[in-house]
């Protein structure tokens, strides 16, 4: 494998990050409590500091949001779709910046920080145009036909608490914002604290697109104190963080009978059928596994390969990865980037050194690479992983990826499925029906054929989301729109109520509503 180190680093940074760190973006949080300093994962060193939010500041934000909800609520789907479009304008006119702050404060690739910018095109776009549809008065053939006119309309829960990771705080924290945002709700947003100057970034450019500046309130922080103070005051909650996490949250949101989506953790299965061709399929799966340093909730940890292709399949990854450059670049100079912080870096480690312990082979990879940086790892492949190495189950969440031999589709599925995750799959085949028939049966909420993970994400329009420890509910398409909404039917009778009268005595009445819901049955009414 390659590596590059820009020159430029770590004395200096880009000059349109320079000028918003000089521009007090500090300021654009709510924050009284501690200071927290984020470093630059490339080198170790502060990027940014801020205060962090205590329990009366949440509480504060979230009054102010619901003072900007009252006016941002009653706007017109046409007038939010004007604001989404001039920030979707303004992201495209200021896409290097957006670029430069993903990479400073994550540390990936500019080729994987801009997957987030495209989705974010994607939700800007989606959302904005879309919501009017799906958030429309829906008709529906009332009770009795010509007497009962119904309707179901769609209305803001009020004020949404959103919870965003480190990991894609754009994808998993502005885009989710905006599905709240076109619903006509306020977002108290606690981004991570590692990627907290992105939110503020893209905050500053859809409140210059016309957002009131209260519908979105910025409360980074810890998040046991955040969450705790968030649950109790907000109408509905999106997380995106661990499954332990997500479980006590979404107990916490249980007993106030508020609506919430979790993405949670994953321990995602690439399938290799027997008729994959390796030489594509092994750079997608590298793609797969080591886009953002393997640091996406969606990237490959085990690949399930049948043996008719394996030992073909092992050889093309090697030479895939050799053709990949692992380094530090605001350029794409660097096609892998590092992980983003020494915790990371210390289970990816210990995932490696127990399994080599315990008999797994390295077949690429396997090190720490401190001279590029302090957290930098090589993409790594390991074969022999058993079911008492940690990294069998457990998800390592960094540039691990574990190959076991099948001999059938029917072993590889059962496999795939053999985990308490559900979050998503990459099926691969030289057949789309073949590949088609096995990912109809993978357990999880976004399955992806020939391709690793984009394909069913980027599509929009349909729901996404994880099943089992993986998730509850799920973002994008109406679905991710209706879930930031409350649901009222509005039903009006007119000429005689659905009950006896004095034009319909007990028994008219009985044998009239008989007779009529037995013709509207034998008339698929």
Avoid at 261 to 283: F, Q
Avoid at 340 to 358: G, N, P
Avoid at 378 to 399: N, Q
Wanted: charged share 20%.
């Amino acid at each position: 494998m390659k590596t590059f180190r820009s020159p430029s680093l770590p004395a200096e940074l880009a000059a349109r990050l320079r000028s918003i760190l000089d521009s007090a973006p500090a300021g654009d949080v709510r924050g009284t409590g501690p200071a927290h300093i984020a470093v630059a994962p490339w080198t170790g060193e502060e990027l940014f500091t801020f205060p962090t939010a205590t329990t009366p500041d949440v509480e504060a934000a979230v009054t102010d949001a619901r003072a900007a909800q009252k006016v941002w609520g009653n706007t017109s789907f046409a007038e939010r779709r004007r604001v989404f479009f001039r920030l979707h304008e303004a992201l495209r006119e200021n896409e290097d910046t957006v670029l430069d702050l993903i990479q400073a404060e994550n540390g990936k690739a500019r080729a994987h920080a801009y997957d987030e910018v495209m989705d974010l095109y994607n939700c800007a776009r989606f959302y904005g145009q879309r919501a009017a549809h799906a958030l429309r008065d829906e008709r529906h053939r009332g009770a009795l036909p010509v007497l009962t006119t119904t309707r179901t309309q769609y209305y803001p829960l009020g004020v949404v608490g959103l919870i965003s990771p480190w990991n894609y705080p754009l994808s998993l924290g502005v885009g989710d914002v905006l599905a709240a945002l076109a619903a006509g709700n306020a977002v108290v947003h606690k981004p991570d604290s590692q990627t907290t100057l992105t939110a503020i970034y893209l905050r500053r450019l859809a409140i210059a697109a016309g957002l009131p500046a209260g519908a979105w309130q910025l409360v980074p922080g810890r998040g046991a104190e955040v969450g705790d103070a968030l649950v109790p005051l907000v109408d509905g909650l999106s997380f995106t963080g661990s499954t332990k996490v997500g479980k006590q949250l979404a107990t916490q949101a249980a007993e106030r009978l508020i609506p919430a989506i979790l993405e949670l953790g994953g321990k995602n299965p690439a399938l290799v059928l027997t008729d994959a061709p390796a030489s594509s399929t092994a750079p997608a799966l590298v793609r797969t596994a080591f886009s953002s340093s393997g640091q996406l909730c969606m990237s490959a940890e085990r690949a399930y390969v049948h043996a008719d292709v394996y030992d073909e399949l092992v050889a093309e990854l090697q030479q895939a990865l050799d053709r990949e450059v692992l380094g530090a670049s605001f350029t794409d100079a660097a096609t892998i980037g590092t992980l983003t912080s020494a915790r990371q870096l210390e289970t990816v480690q210990r995932h490696v050194d127990d399994a080599v312990s315990k008999g797994a082979t390295v077949v690429y990879g396997g090190k720490a690479r401190p001279e590029l940086g302090p957290f930098f790892f090589e993409p790594t492949i390991l074969e022999g992983v058993t079911e008492d190495m940690e990294c069998y189950a457990a998800e390592t969440f960094g540039p691990v990826l574990s190959l076991y031999k099948v001999n059938s589709d029917e072993e590889a599925i059962a496999r795939a499925n053999d985990t308490s995750y559900g979050l998503a799959a990459s099926v691969w085949s030289g057949s789309e029906r073949h590949a088609w028939n096995v990912a109809s049966r993978v357990e999880a909420g976004m399955v992806n054929i020939n391709e690793g993970f984009a394909a069913a994400y980027g599509s929009i329009a349909a729901p996404g989301g994880g099943v089992k420890e993986s998730g509850l509910g799920h973002r994008h398409g109406e679905t991710g729109l209706r879930l930031w909404s409350n649901e009222r039917t509005v039903a009006a009778q007119r000429l005689h109520p659905l009950a006896p009268s004095t034009l319909l005595p007990p028994e008219r009445f009985r044998t009239l509503i008989t007779t009529g819901m037995h013709v509207m049955k034998t008339l698929r009414l």
